[in-house]
């Protein structure tokens, strides 16, 4: 049923992988989902279309997969300490602030930005506070397991030993000895046992909001426990991908490892994936940098480096013509490339749907169907794959054309691995500016309007033609004559 | 801030009652959400649009309203008994059902159909599994309180106990008398205690896929106890509002009474709100009777009882003409007036826009506005809202018409308090069958291609009337000449 074999770039081993999941043909995906006490940004956007495209291509090719993305929201917020302990406890809850009424709002937002750039909700999408009890269990096995320690009331685990007996820097190929060089000394103040010792579960203070009954005492998870803990939940112990940020990488990452490793004797993932990151006009993106804009001040224009607002299907097909391990540049001449570019494959899309068949095609359909898939099995090259469809396109134009030609049975053929590569795969969708353009009652009249005017000229009725450009021009509609008939085009 | 007074009307002690909230301007208000193991049928969506009204006006008035809607998504989906335990564990994860890939269907569905209505999410939307914590710690003191007993790992809550001190059925006025009289008598095998008992944590058997760990052992919460879980920490042990439909008065909400009661010491709601049910022709709508559409089928008239589809915010209008407390009754001649009744007030809307104001008005807006309060004052009477409303269409209309006339500064006001009452309050919106209609670009390009045929019907050119009438039929256009001009519309 799968017949595509992919080769996965893996981070752990940094080699390209044959991909061979561990129940074929279930595929389990993990991904780091957003934190949800602030507007999500570009970055994590660009890090679930990249991971919406992998797992779109792996059920694409026959894969059943379960794709479990995660909801960070235990923010850990504080009360307002000037108010003193008595004062707070004397408001009422209403009064008081309410962390989870910060997270609704923000995975509401999340939430409408991901339908905007149109990628798939995940098969699960479990949050932290959801999976208390699941990260004290966890935790409860790691000091079982020898692991970890308890101090006040706080959980942490221990680097040192495990690193006598596992890789704790494997993921990003570092020795103990090099990462405790990166790290302060501890001082009389600190709990811990050693430097690189991060915590599974925190003793909370009076002043914090979010708090849950523990074996340890009042308190909250650590921040790395609820990925290890709802990974093995949904996918179980030992899952095929797990994905996300490279920043994640270092910390976050290496501590899931060892946590699952601690806790389950095993490693918890066979490939290790991750994205790069975004940079503007070639700086990297950051908000003290000032060049950090939000996905609605990319789609308004609304941003002082922006010339003007993209629609969300540029900026999908923007981010598809860099693979997800290079750094994506944003610039505006880019982005009007891509919006170009992507217009331009829409409408060959729309040409193929009316193409006249001959006998016999003048071209190898199977040998392009070839490359497109080529292209997703090479570590999913959305880049490669866009490249063979526009050397589709130019086929498409030159039948056209009647340059070149295809039977009907390549004719059905193509518009599949059109429409299949196009909507299916790279998640692309007929864009809501463009769709004004494709309705089809503004078609229907701009046809009239069209012949209306055809009819004028014909009959020198020049101010009933200037009449329809201009009144067309308060609709922001242009016309362009050719010599196959008149093109009207809704500016954006 | 807040300057009106409502009344609402309490199921706990069957009368209207002047609203006076707890904490001012703060109003908790709690509404039993969807269990999303299926598609959430029109009843729930019902119950959900009429508190989103409620909601809607309160904050309207100036409450500062946290609302919490809960998600029930403890499904306890129990495993394939057929393969035994030990082929079962043997399987791995991924090839197992997953009851959360099922509650993500469902949340993701239950959401887009709110969002189709025009709801506002709620403030907060707790899960029933995210709160495991929650139930236990209430079961707990519920325990140490003395008004629950555990048997095999189950706790039960004891009803007879809780009586001797409370109303048990105070919430449906029913004595314990006549509610054991509904029961069936215990047998040999039962664990409780009292025919009325019922679990607040359930023993987990081997077959159950959704379990935590608790202090009796493996299991999963009872069905009453998630809500007075969440209710209590998110608005506190008393809040001011919990809505829901009336099925959920003499159970689920009878027993949120006893939990909160015994584990708080206080009555846990001010006022209890409840939605009444839905008929189809006069008959109860259910799955049984074959008469229970859903929303998806109401909006494409997919079903047999359906003449036609109806737009979400024509069913929205036709629901708001009816009071929350009374029977809601579907027809096909109901919801084809509901479209032209919504039609009619978007037109006048429409027209308010454009009225030309005179020096003074021949009508007293204010007493207009304070029957708009007044109604809504009165347990958010929206079909009395909407009879105001239409008297104000027609005066609208007499304007417009220059039979009545407006001042600049009731012009004004008319326009807000029209958006206001339709858009915030009534959460109406324009329709999306509509928008096509109220397209600026179709407008536009419409209007010229008006100008173009009186034109030409001037010039008597009527092969080019004739083509613009033949082709806007094509696009399902049809024009209408009217003294003040032409009119267009799109069929639906």
Not at 142 to 165: L, P, Q, R
Not at 411 to 423: N, P, R
Request: aromatic share 10%.
């Amino acid at each position: 049923m799968i017949n595509q074999q992919i080769q996965i770039y893996n981070t752990l081993t940094r080699t390209k992988e044959k991909f061979a999941p561990l129940n074929p043909p279930f595929v389990g995906l993990y991904v780091c989902g957003p934190t949800v006490y602030s507007d999500v940004h570009l970055g994590n956007c660009r890090t679930f279309i990249s991971f919406d495209l992998i797992c779109r291509y792996l059920k694409f090719i026959g894969f059943k997969v379960r794709y479990v993305r995660n909801i960070t929201d235990a923010g850990h917020l504080e009360g307002d300490r000037d108010e003193g302990d008595d004062k707070f406890a004397k408001k009422a809850k209403l009064e008081q602030v309410e962390p989870m009424e910060i997270v609704q709002k923000y995975t509401v937002g999340f939430h409408d930005v991901m339908r905007t750039f149109n990628t798939m909700p995940p098969s699960i999408e479990p949050t932290a506070t959801g999976h208390i009890c699941e990260q004290i269990e966890m935790t409860k096995k790691i000091i079982a397991n020898g692991y970890a320690y308890v101090v006040n009331g706080t959980v942490y685990f221990d680097v040192e030993k495990y690193n006598k007996e596992f890789l704790y820097g494997q993921l990003t190929n570092r020795k103990l000895e090099e990462l405790l060089e990166g790290t302060r000394e501890l001082d009389g103040q600190d709990e811990k046992r050693g430097r690189l010792d991060f915590a599974l579960w925190i003793n909370a203070k009076p002043e914090h909001i979010m708090r849950w009954p523990s074996p340890w005492g009042w308190g909250f998870p650590g921040w790395h426990i609820e990925c290890s803990a709802m990974s093995s939940k949904y996918l179980g112990d030992a899952i095929d991908i797990h994905g996300g940020g490279m920043d994640l990488q270092a910390t976050h990452h290496t501590n899931e490892i060892a946590q699952s490793q601690a806790c389950n004797h095993q490693a918890p993932v066979k490939y290790w994936m991750h994205t790069n990151m975004l940079t503007v006009n070639g700086v990297r993106m950051s908000k003290s940098a000032g060049n950090g804009f939000l996905p609605d001040e990319l789609f308004t224009g609304n941003h002082p480096l922006l010339e003007k607002g993209y629609s969300p299907m540029a900026v999908r097909f923007f981010m598809m013509q860099t693979h997800y391990r290079s750094t994506l540049d944003f610039s505006n001449a880019a982005l009007q490339a891509a919006e170009k570019g992507f217009e331009r494959l829409m409408a060959a899309y729309n040409t193929l749907q009316n193409l006249t068949p001959s006998a016999a095609s003048s071209f190898d359909l199977n040998q392009l169907k070839q490359k497109c898939y080529d292209a997703m099995n090479d570590d999913f090259n959305a880049p490669i794959l866009l490249a063979q469809l526009f050397d589709g396109v130019k086929i498409i134009n030159s039948v056209n054309d009647g340059k070149e030609k295809i039977s009907a049975a390549d004719l059905d053929e193509m518009q599949k691995l059109f429409s299949g590569f196009i909507f299916d795969v790279l998640g692309l969708a007929a864009d809501s500016n463009a769709s004004a353009a494709n309705d089809d009652t503004l078609s229907t009249v701009m046809s009239l309007v069209i012949d209306i005017r055809k009819d004028a000229k014909t009959k020198k009725d020049f101010s009933t033609s200037d009449k329809i450009r201009d009144d067309l021009a308060k609709a922001k509609i242009t016309l362009k004559d050719t010599k196959d008939g008149t093109e009207w085009k809704l500016e954006k």
